[in-house]
């Protein structure tokens, strides 16, 4: 495939919330559905049941990886303005949420092509990225499906570093 017009993307979702009296696991799977409208040829990952990393008196997460493309002409703050309205569509209220707490839908913008943002409502890479288990472990099940394979060496590395993944594969690709 051709990067020419396109821009490489690696999302990180997570939710461990119900919401409108769907499971969490049913809700990553209609972000999915979202996210195929504004992903070109996006490839989703089996969905893994995790441990919360930071604030751990909460209920356990349930995580995938979408890895596609957009247009060139997309800015990253223009995918998070997205991103960030399939979270609302999905019940995530920033403004009422405990950080690192319980949310019915999080979506991270975990790499945009090899570009790198360092703003404050955005950064790119995404800087906890070597430390998720939760988004290594989705994210190296797809990248043998994707032009993202160079980075595969990197994240496997990572992921050997951390002690206790608390990664339990949970359902096939809900897309």
């Known amino acids: 495939m051709s990067f020419s017009n396109v821009i490489p993307v690696l999302l990180g979702l997570g ?22 409208k504004l992903l070109t040829a996006p490839v989703f990952s089996s969905i893994y049941r995790t441990k919360p990393l930071y604030v751990t008196a909460q209920d356990d997460f349930f995580n995938m990886a979408v890895y596609g493309t957009v247009p060139a002409a997309m800015t990253p703050h223009e995918l998070l303005t997205h991103m960030q309205k399939i979270e609302a569509q999905f019940g995530r209220n ?10 019915s839908l999080d979506i991270d913008i975990e790499t945009f092509g090899d570009l790198t943002v ?3 409502d955005l950064i790119i890479p995404h800087p906890r990225l070597a430390e998720r288990a939760f988004v290594l472990v989705p994210a190296l099940e797809i990248i043998p499906h994707t032009a ?3 980075n595969r ?4 590395a990572a992921l050997a570093q951390l002690a206790d993944h608390g990664v339990e594969y949970y359902a096939p690709p809900p897309c």
């Open 15 to 36: 939710s461990n919330k119900s919401f409108a009296g769907h499971a969490p696991a049913v809700v990553l799977a209609g972000a999915c559905a979202a996210i195929q």
């Open 94 to 103: 920033r403004a009422e949420e405990i950080r690192f707490g319980p949310r």
């Open 153 to 156: 060496e990197r994240y496997a």
């Open 148 to 150: 993202h394979e160079k």
């Open 118 to 120: 360092n703003e404050a």
